[in-house]
């Protein structure tokens, strides 16, 4: 029968390349990674790695057993993990994604008051959703749906993504000129400022602009930041414009450190969703989390609806 550590030390080796790194990785002899692959390959009765100058280079089945296993492998490595501290602790653990900006603006505060252990991810939402349906995160915040069956999607508010601009903007001539001016003179007048972005293909950027524009910009940022709360900081102390959902700009804008200067000709929103899985084991937590997200995204809506 095969052993499970085989496995392992498999997949160790073939992700470092290196026997030494696979056995620092597994906190095992270097023999003992030698003897668990040599037993697998006899076990499979094929080669499963080509030895060339100092690396390990996985052959074609290796290639396939590696596919085979890794998933599996992996799952069965957070299944245990979370056994292991539900066990020691005493404490359920939630993994949970969503994208840098929201746990910064939503999340981060109420770490404390929870009485559960997290571990946050964050990464695309089409990879976060994918980690939920293999059941290595237990709920993600994502403004995109993917048909996952078992997945349930909760709304939990709505973003807008709007123009703001440094307080030294003199709003009421900004909009006045905004209102009675073509697109080609709104245009011109926008590319007179400094611009703030995330990066030069930034997604929200590029649909404000065809939204409003019919175009895409044909101009990129002044100052390209890590991420949107960056944006936000940066323009707080200075002068300049940039597009961002407003949910993450809304105490700014309070304290007046930012203005809200237009949403455009067509606003432009989103829905964001708490997804989780039906039937978890952690629906307290589940629903501990729904409820911050949505008690503050529903001050947003009514701070910023008109």
Known sequence: MVNLEWYRTFKAVYNTQTMT??????????????????????????RLFDRVAKKMIPTEQGKVLYNAISEPLSKLEEVEKRFQKSTELEVPTINIGMCFETFQHI???????????I??????????????????????????????KGVKYVPIGIETIVLIGGRDIDKAAFTSEITKSSNAEILALLKQNKWYGTSSDNEHFKRFWLTNFKALPDFRANYIVPNFKSIINSLSYGSGLAIVPDFLCRTEIEKGKLQLLWKGATPITNTLYLAYRNKSIFEAQVKEILNIFQSDMNKNIQANGD
């Open 107 to 117: 999340l981060e505060r109420h770490l404390h008051t929870l009485d559960f252990n």
């Open 21 to 46: 790194a696979a056995a620092e990785a597994l906190f095992i002899s270097q023999p003992g990674v030698s003897l668990h692959l040599s037993s697998l390959e006899s076990y499979v009765g094929s």
């Open 119 to 148: 571990i946050s991810s964050f990464s695309g939402y089409q990879n976060l959703l994918r980690d939920l349906e293999k059941g290595l995160i237990d709920i993600v915040i994502t403004p995109t749906k993917i048909d996952i």
